[in-house]
């Protein structure tokens, strides 16, 4: 789940779907990509900065976190270290 994206949206009173019209993508793609199920461009990820005015790093607005706090991927498999 991408909390901060999240939280942006909601300080701004956005919904899913104005975001999503916004950005020019589906409101099922915004929805998958705020919970961490997908991703997008580049372009849409400075489109969202910008919405949000730069209210958080961009780099944070990407970071994809699990509820349980573990970090995924960019493919959105949650990474696992192994210990030899």
Not at 25 to 34: A, D, G, K, M, P
Not at 66 to 76: A, F, L, M, R
Request: no cysteine.
């Amino acid at each position: 789940m991408r909390k901060k994206l999240q939280k942006a949206r909601n300080e701004k009173e956005l919904f899913q779907l104005e975001v999503a019209k916004i950005i020019n993508v589906s409101e099922r793609h915004y929805r998958r990509l705020e919970s961490g199920a997908s991703n997008t461009s580049g372009d849409n990820w400075i489109k969202l900065y910008d919405l949000f005015d730069g209210q958080y790093p961009l780099q944070e607005l990407m970071k994809n976190t699990t509820q349980n706090g573990g970090e995924k991927n960019e493919t959105g498999r949650k990474t696992e270290r192994k210990t030899i």
